[in-house]
């Protein structure tokens, strides 16, 4: 059997190895994912025989037919007031950028022009030079927020070369990791179970802003990019958690430092074990405000309290009353309508 270069691995081997990185092989489609640290121990010697599905259910309505609308679906969300519910994670003068909702793999987004046109061709050379000045800014945003190892960046134009929407010219950032959904794995049994879209949608949103947000001219921007508002509910959704004195209270804020993605910042300053990030709690409009990210933890006994800061749970309805600024009260009915869109902030 060949080996591997560099790694004295044969290519069986590695792709056995590659299988246990994050699933174990009895799992099914519906089984959630092994909590890490819980998977159990990898034999190599040990033959894999079945082959697993590379589960992608959430592309299912896609493929199936299921999702087709009037009009061009990029226009149609462009169209729009309400970003967070679009997947838009930027607004430009001439383009935008979307998380798609049926991705191949985490973090698969597209940078599309606000033009209505088919190809490079006809589309304005202002344009042109805007979408790809986009991809720095956006392969520093998801390289930051999901770690990934490298990308697939490409655009197919027309209907023949594969385009899903052919009518309306769009570029493909897909993220990719050492063994993640290439032939390797999916030959070694590995399934594919992504974090949930709102949790992604939120994660780079916050790293998008960061970096496109200082180099544009029109930039409403009044905070430092690398700040991030924090709105941590417990498991009922019934309190959220404080800061400051009794005379003033706000919503946590904590600074990112310069490699460390806002949401995990957030959870630096939370110190809280067993805290998820469960979606976006910023502006509704992209490009309209400063980050703000919606957290859930189960159990507010695991909250330590903070010696440097005053930190206290308070009643949702209680909170409304007690927060400063206008502006928290909004973080607060956004970060909600993401956890929970059945209380009332109001």
């Given at each position: 059997?060949?080996?591997?270069?560099?790694?004295?691995?044969?290519?069986?081997?590695?792709?056995?190895?590659?299988r246990r990185r994050c699933y174990d092989r009895g799992m099914t489609p519906t089984d959630p994912p092994v909590p890490e640290g819980t998977q159990p121990a990898f034999d190599p010697d040990v033959p894999s025989t079945d082959h697993q599905r590379l589960w992608t259910p959430w592309r299912m309505r896609y493929v199936g037919g299921g999702t087709k609308e009037s009009g061009c679906v990029f226009c149609s969300r462009?169209?729009?007031?309400?970003?967070?519910?679009?997947?838009?994670?930027?607004?430009?003068p001439r383009t935008f950028l979307i998380l798609n909702r049926y991705p191949y793999n985490t973090g698969h987004l597209m940078a599309i022009p606000n033009d209505h046109v088919p190809?490079?061709?006809?589309?304005?050379?202002?344009?042109?030079?805007?979408?790809a000045g986009l991809l720095p800014g956006v392969t520093r945003a998801l390289r930051r927020a999901l770690g990934c190892d490298g990308f697939n960046i490409g655009v197919n134009v027309g209907a023949v070369a594969g385009a899903g929407v052919a009518a309306h010219l769009h570029q493909h950032v897909v993220p990719r990791w050492l063994g993640d959904a290439n032939f390797m794995p999916i030959l070694a049994s590995t399934m594919v179970l992504p974090e949930l879209i709102p949790v992604t949608y939120a994660k780079l949103r916050a790293e998008v802003e960061r970096e496109l947000?200082?180099?544009?001219?029109?930039?409403p921007r009044s905070t430092d990019p690398a700040n991030?508002?924090?709105?941590?509910?417990?498991?009922?959704?019934?309190?959220?958690?404080?800061?400051?004195?009794?005379?003033?209270?706000?919503?946590?804020?904590?600074?990112?430092?310069?490699?460390?993605?806002?949401?995990?910042?957030?959870?630096?300053?939370?110190d809280a074990p067993g805290a998820e990030l469960a979606g976006w709690a910023g502006h509704r409009r992209a490009n309209g405000g400063p980050s703000a990210l919606a957290f859930r933890v189960a159990d507010r006994a695991t909250l330590p309290e903070a010696a440097h800061v005053q930190r206290q749970w308070v009643p949702i309805g209680t909170a409304q009353e007690l927060l400063a600024s206008e502006s928290d009260r909004v973080v607060l009915r956004n970060a909600l309508a993401q956890v929970d869109p059945s209380i009332d902030a109001v």
């Open positions: 059997m060949e080996a591997i270069h560099g790694s004295g691995l044969t290519r069986s081997e590695k792709a056995r190895r590659l462009l169209a729009g007031d309400d970003d967070v519910d679009a997947l838009i994670l930027h607004r430009g190809d490079f061709e006809t589309l304005d050379p202002s344009a042109v030079t805007e979408l947000s200082t180099t544009r001219d029109d930039n991030v508002q924090i709105c941590l509910f417990d498991a009922d959704h019934t309190q959220v958690l404080l800061a400051g004195s009794s005379a003033r209270r706000h919503l946590p804020v904590t600074t990112a430092e310069v490699d460390e993605p806002l949401w995990r910042a957030a959870l630096r300053t939370l």
